[in-house]
């Protein structure tokens, strides 16, 4: 009988310290995430840079490069301007955003910053996409900031909530 | 390229609204020709049988109320899918105011233009889209060989006509034939409209004994093409620079035959620009042949040596018409 009892707490505990891990670890996620998508943008503007290449090939070769959230986001605009159903990149941008977006953890500010970019996509000149193209990399540059620190205290917080919350639980129900 | 293909191919780079009226049009019509968007203006389509306004649902109209309005947006996503969302890497053809489409069509544009030092930096706001649709008509210079090649040479020859009566459709199937000949034909194709090269790769058929320099000035292209590719011919369109003339002078005395095609209405109008009356008193060309609409599109009115005797007068045949 106590035996079962004392399994069935450390189990209520597990359980609790998992599900504060998992939650905890929603915030290195949204960093690691963000990071992503900072380094596919980046690879980007070099392709448009220096490289010249038609957006649709720029993105595939920026998605190459690291597999994640940004290379999904590139991969799947660069599939929408390819079927030549007539979307503009604004349009093949938005799409993939909010496709891909569903599996992500990002937050809607995060989101915001990405599709602000629609606008400009491949929609001007080189020096003016470079512009565009910083400037959302600056502002994702601060939310890569937020989420670290997010990330310090949030991942600890809910680790120890987690395992409180269980300690509680099985406390309460003794 | 078929007749099949250009249809899909033309309607994809053309924004959502445009595309539900050419794409309308085109499903009742082969003869397209061009296709004129000007910002604020009803659309207008080019055909050989004229131009036409047409709806939304794209019926040709003449009544200018149901016709189509195009849009700024219009302008801007057309110019948007015409270059690959790419605007960036077309800053050179922004300059020279075309590009070049998959399939050889060619996109005309026209908007406010950015100086640097009196020099076009480059253009913005484009307001005015031309969309010439490539044509390749096969045997449409079958009537014309027999005039141009006999059996020791090829005869210098100058294509004239007004604009879009069938010159370069005319000259293209001309370097085919010649080249299917046994000729080894250098094209200088200075604005991509002989061959529609799309990335240095022709889309239109010029034969297999045919090299295509694209892109390069006229009178630079074809000295450059005379040292590298040992051509038999050199091949040109819309000649009438000083420099062309030059260059074609050089051709020449390196015995190498020259083909090219001038906009001019008559061999009057030839005679009063400068560049090409002093080509024609020095006897460089050997044949004139001079297109025309009166049985259809690309009809040789003319063909005269260059002494101005008429080799074959009056109305040939019908020879451009748009196979359906």
């Known amino acids: ?174 | 390229m078929s007749v099949h293909t250009f249809k899909e191919e033309v309607v994809s780079y053309l924004a959502n609204r445009l595309r539900k009226s050419i794409g309308g049009f085109l499903e009742r019509n082969d003869d397209l020709i061009e296709i004129r968007l000007r910002v604020n203006q009803p659309l207008l389509v080019r055909t050989i049988r004229g131009d036409t306004l047409l709806t939304l649902s794209g019926e040709e109209t003449a009544n200018l109320a149901r016709a189509y309005i195009v849009s700024v947006a219009d302008l801007e996503e057309t110019i948007q899918l015409v270059s690959k969302g790419s605007l960036y890497a077309l800053e050179e053809e922004f300059k020279r105011g075309f590009i070049t489409l998959e399939g050889g069509h060619r996109v005309g544009m026209v908007g406010r233009v950015i100086l640097e030092n009196g020099q076009i930096r480059t253009m913005r706001d484009i307001s005015f889209i031309n969309i010439r649709i490539a044509r390749e008509i096969r045997g449409v210079a079958l009537e014309l060989l027999p005039y141009v090649l006999n059996s020791y040479s090829v005869a210098n020859t100058l294509i004239f006509s007004s604009p879009g009566m069938g010159k370069t459709t005319m000259l293209r199937d001309l370097i085919r034939l010649l080249a299917e000949q046994g000729k080894t034909v250098a094209v200088v194709d200075e604005r991509y409209e002989l061959s529609g090269s799309y990335r240095g790769v022709p889309m239109l058929n010029l034969g297999m004994r045919t090299d295509v320099l694209s892109g390069c000035p006229k009178a630079e292209g074809i000295i450059l093409m005379l040292r590298t590719m040992n051509p038999d011919i050199i091949a040109t369109d819309e000649i009438g620079r000083e420099d062309d003339a030059i260059a074609i002078q050089e051709a020449l005395n390196a015995g190498v035959s020259v083909i090219a095609t001038a906009h001019a209405n008559s061999l009057k109008e030839i005679e009063e620009r400068p560049v090409l009356a002093n080509l024609l008193k020095r006897k460089y060309f050997q044949r004139l042949v001079r297109l025309g609409d009166s049985r259809g599109l690309g009809t040789i009115e003319a063909v005269t040596d260059g002494f101005g005797k008429e080799l074959r007068g009056g109305k040939i045949r019908v020879t451009g018409s748009i196979p359906r």
Not at chain 1, 28 to 47: F, G, P, W
Not at chain 1, 85 to 91: F, K
Not at chain 1, 118 to 135: E, H, I, M, P
Request: proline fraction near 2%; hydrophobic fraction near 45%; charge should be neutral.
């Open chain 1, 1 to 174: 009988m106590l035996q079962g009892l004392f399994l069935g707490s450390l189990l209520v505990i597990g359980s609790a310290s998992v599900l504060g891990w998992q939650l905890g670890d929603r915030y290195r996620k949204r960093r690691q995430q963000l990071e992503d998508i900072r380094l596919a943008l980046q690879v980007l503007i070099t392709e448009i840079e220096y490289g010249q290449v038609p957006l649709p090939e720029a993105l595939q070769q920026a998605a190459k490069v690291r597999p994640g959230i940004g290379s999904k986001v590139l991969f799947k605009t660069a599939d929408i301007l390819l079927e030549k159903t007539g979307q503009t990149p604004r349009d093949a941008w938005k799409e993939a955003l909010n496709q891909e977006a569903t599996n992500t953890v990002l937050h809607t500010e995060d989101i915001d910053i990405l599709l602000g970019l629609s606008v400009s996509l491949g929609a001007s000149n080189t020096k003016d996409q470079l512009r565009y193209f910083k400037l959302t990399i600056q502002r994702l540059e601060r939310m890569i900031e937020e989420a670290s620190m997010a990330e310090a205290s949030g991942v600890r917080l809910f680790r120890y909530l987690g395992v409180l919350g269980g300690i509680l639980l099985v406390l309460l129900s003794i």
